[in-house]
């Protein structure tokens, strides 16, 4: 299907306007297995009218590289805000970014309709389609070095390893067993991965467990990336972002990982749960998921505000001014979903 592309800066400048979207791209070895949800996706953010300017933006949702998602159309009401979208191609990233003047009422509604198929990657046989990917996904990051204890720790981790596969699974199995969720964390968590092992304080959430995925990954020669996003109810799903990884392998393709949730289910469903899940979760993720972006150091267009580690939340300003974009109720947002 031909794939439609958002409308022009001027064209969003109207109150409400409507895009379709075609299917994603294909990767690996995937199994759909005729499996297939679709998802409305509603976000409402609004702030009161402040001594200055207001902006907001928000991470679009991810179109182009994958083959579990495709988005079906999406609709924005900015009120009287001035919309624009800025992104970066190699990390998927699209940001809806919504300016108001100064004395207006920030309003803005997003209703996005997604279908997600079963992503599964079949590692007990490897194909010839998965061609070579770009230096991109082994580059380092702020949060994501690729030297040091990082560097030491995955060369220790895949000493023994022979293959990409093997390497690849040894540090998915060193994160399970050395790791833990934190439920104290704030959020999905930093993602600050010399500071976890140069302490040796290895609990946290989503965006600590798997960026430590993805920069051992990398440290050990392997392309990963991490793949943010949000769990898609039914129901209210404001607190439910969540980030997953990939491991790009030879003969593969892209593979999800999603060590995170195996510690997850460790401390709130016990061990039972948690063997069930540390099998499932190394080349499979189950639907009820959307993906946004896989990108890190993000600079939001219009901000003079710091840059971000990762955007996965709503996020906003007045004069200037950030907003804790963790307490949704202090510019009040909500994110709502329903299966369709």
């Known amino acids: 299907m031909r794939q439609k592309q958002f409308p022009s800066k001027e064209a969003m400048n109207r109150r409400a306007f409507l895009v379709g979207m075609g299917s994603g791209v294909s990767a690996g070895l995937l199994r759909a297995a005729g499996r297939e949800r679709t998802f409305e996706i509603t976000t409402k953010v609004q702030v009161e009218p402040g001594a200055g300017p207001t902006r907001l933006w928000?991470?679009?949702?991810?179109?182009?590289?994958?083959?579990?998602?495709?988005?079906?159309s999406e609709r924005v009401e900015a009120g009287a805000g001035r919309a624009e979208v800025t992104g970066a191609t190699r990390d998927g990233l699209r940001v809806l970014s919504?300016?108001?003047?100064?004395?207006?009422?920030?309003?803005?509604?997003?209703?996005?309709?997604?279908?997600?198929?079963?992503?599964?990657?079949?590692?007990?046989?490897?194909?010839g389609g998965a061609g070579k990917i770009p230096d991109?996904?082994?580059?380092?990051?702020?949060?994501?070095?690729?030297?040091?204890?990082?560097?030491?720790?995955?060369?220790?981790?895949?000493?023994?390893?022979?293959?990409?596969?093997e390497k690849a699974r040894a540090i998915y199995d060193w994160i399970v067993e050395n790791t833990f969720r934190d439920p104290k964390v704030r959020g999905c968590g930093l993602g600050d991965?010399?500071?976890?092992?140069e302490s040796r304080d290895l609990g946290g959430k989503c965006a600590d467990l798997n960026a430590l995925f993805v920069g051992l990954a990398r440290a050990a020669g392997l392309p990963a990336r991490d793949v943010y996003g949000i769990r898609t109810g039914p129901g209210v799903i404001t607190r439910s972002q969540h980030c997953r990884a990939e491991v790009f392998l030879a003969g593969y393709g892209w593979v999800p990982v999603d060590p995170a949730d195996v510690r997850k289910a460790a401390l709130e469903e016990g061990p039972a749960k948690m063997a069930e899940?540390?099998?499932?979760?190394?080349?499979?993720?189950?639907?009820?998921?959307?993906?946004?972006?896989?990108?890190?150091?993000?600079?939001?267009?219009?901000?003079?505000?710091?840059?971000?580690?990762?955007?996965?939340?709503?996020?906003?300003?007045?004069?200037?001014?950030?907003?804790?974009?963790?307490?949704?109720?202090?510019?009040?947002?909500?994110?709502?979903?329903?299966?369709?």
């Open 277 to 340: 899940a540390r099998t499932r979760l190394f080349g499979a993720w189950d639907t009820n998921w959307i993906a946004y972006n896989f990108a890190h150091d993000v600079k939001l267009a219009g901000s003079g505000g710091k840059t971000l580690g990762y955007l996965m939340y709503p996020q906003a300003e007045t004069a200037g001014v950030r907003r804790d974009s963790l307490e949704p109720d202090t510019f009040r947002y909500s994110i709502a979903a329903q299966e369709i």
């Open 58 to 72: 928000m991470p679009g949702i991810l179109r182009a590289g994958v083959s579990f998602q495709r988005v079906v």
């Open 98 to 127: 919504v300016a108001f003047p100064a004395g207006v009422a920030a309003s803005l509604t997003v209703t996005s309709v997604v279908t997600r198929l079963e992503y599964s990657v079949d590692l007990n046989r490897a194909g």
């Open 193 to 197: 991965i010399r500071f976890m092992l």
């Open 136 to 165: 991109y996904f082994l580059r380092a990051t702020k949060l994501l070095p690729t030297d040091g204890i990082v560097k030491t720790t995955a060369m220790e981790i895949t000493r023994a390893a022979q293959t990409d596969l």
